[in-house]
């Protein structure tokens, strides 16, 4: 599938359709106008009509489908997701009639069920439908029918902890679409690509419902993200250079002289320096028995190294690897070594 944007000036379409038909006429590939439309306001309907006329193709509709995710206009709601439904339902249904043992549920669940809405968690926040789907799950998983209802023992989101927590070690989806939204966030704070750039321009600018679903899983991702210091320009707030988390999550208002502080701003000390000197020590400490961190191992990068290293908590920014980990997650994890600069 081909997007074009154009403008609808009668000589740029007529300029467009020359391309388009050079490049059947040399290539053997021809376009086929059954399955392609075009998106045009439905007041201009004058234009419109000259787009139909030079192309032959139909006028499309928001919303539509392109690369099995939904592209519309306007808030996003559940019934763009419908389709979603349906095919789990459909899935549901050719196995409900027949007569499984809870293994052969188990493993419907774990292989087929569970899969069929990964592709689309990872462009859209559907965690609505992702909750009715898990209803769904449990209503299987229990053999549950219109006509016969048994007893549901144990909460969905208990099942799937480890099978070391009493869990059957199902894939949560609710924690596979968080897990979804925290390599977003990785790729965005981390990445170098044009996309990373701007994403990282138009964020602040924009509202959307990707945005918000991002916020919703910002703590738990900042809190998992170690900063190995090695030139201290990264943020002494909003960086977790400590072990504690970032700092401005429980040090309440942050004093609006410094907003921007950097780490080796912040401490000033050189080379062997007891941390008990530094300007802001004495609440860290109050923090870190509040979190009842006993031991904080520090180790010296070497200072020529150029630029911050950033860990994540599993070593691993991948969505297997944090999705078992998820319920496992209790409060902050912590690091076994925080890394701080020579400050020369």
């Known amino acids: 599938m081909i997007w074009w944007f154009f403008p609808t000036w009668k000589k740029t379409l007529m300029a467009l359709h020359k391309t388009i038909t050079e490049y059947e006429k040399y290539s053997?590939?021809?376009?086929?106008?059954?399955k392609s439309f075009y998106l045009i306001s439905k007041h201009d309907v004058h234009n419109s009509n000259v787009v139909n006329h030079i192309f032959q193709i139909t006028k499309g509709y928001f919303p539509f489908t392109y690369l099995g995710a939904n592209i519309h206009t306007g808030r996003t709601l559940n019934a763009h997701f419908d389709h979603i439904l349906t095919n789990f339902d459909n899935k549901l249904a050719g196995w409900k009639h027949r007569i499984l043992s809870s293994g052969g549920r188990m493993i419907l669940i774990n292989h087929v069920l569970n899969s069929l809405p990964l592709y689309h968690m990872t462009v859209s926040p559907i965690t609505t439908v992702v909750r009715n789907m898990e209803r769904k799950l449990a209503n299987f998983l229990w053999d549950n029918k219109i006509d016969h209802k048994r007893p549901i023992w144990r909460k969905?989101?208990?099942?799937?902890?480890?099978?070391?927590?009493?869990?059957?070690?199902?894939?949560?989806?609710?924690?596979?679409?968080?897990?979804f939204f925290m390599k977003i966030l990785w790729k965005r704070n981390n990445g170098k690509g044009i996309w990373a750039s701007w994403v990282n321009f138009i964020k602040d600018t924009t509202r959307s419902i990707m945005n918000n679903s991002l916020a919703f899983v910002r703590q738990t991702f900042d809190n998992n993200c170690c900063i190995q210091v090695n030139n201290g320009n990264s943020s002494f707030w909003y960086s977790n250079w400590s072990n504690l988390g970032p700092l401005y999550y429980y040090w309440g208002d942050i004093p609006l002289t410094d907003p921007n502080l950097a780490i080796?701003?912040?401490?000033?000390?050189?080379?062997?320096?007891?941390?008990?000197?530094?300007?802001?020590?004495?609440?860290?400490?109050?923090?870190?028995?509040?979190?009842?961190?006993?031991?904080?191992?520090?180790?010296?990068?070497?200072?020529?190294?150029n630029?911050?290293?950033?860990?994540?908590?599993?070593?691993?920014?991948?969505?297997?690897?944090?999705?078992?980990?998820?319920?496992?997650?209790?409060?902050?994890?912590?690091?076994?070594?925080?890394?701080?600069?020579?400050?020369?």
């Open 28 to 34: 053997g590939q021809l376009i086929n106008k059954q």
């Open 156 to 179: 969905w989101a208990r099942i799937c902890y480890p099978d070391s927590e009493n869990g059957l070690g199902f894939r949560s989806l609710i924690h596979i679409q968080r897990t």
């Open 264 to 305: 080796k701003e912040a401490m000033p000390g050189i080379a062997g320096l007891s941390i008990q000197h530094w300007k802001y020590w004495p609440k860290i400490h109050k923090i870190r028995k509040k979190l009842r961190i006993n031991t904080w191992t520090i180790s010296l990068t070497h200072p020529k190294v």
């Open 307 to 344: 630029g911050e290293a950033v860990f994540f908590a599993y070593h691993s920014m991948s969505i297997k690897t944090n999705s078992h980990h998820f319920n496992q997650f209790v409060g902050i994890l912590k690091f076994d070594v925080v890394s701080f600069p020579y400050v020369l």
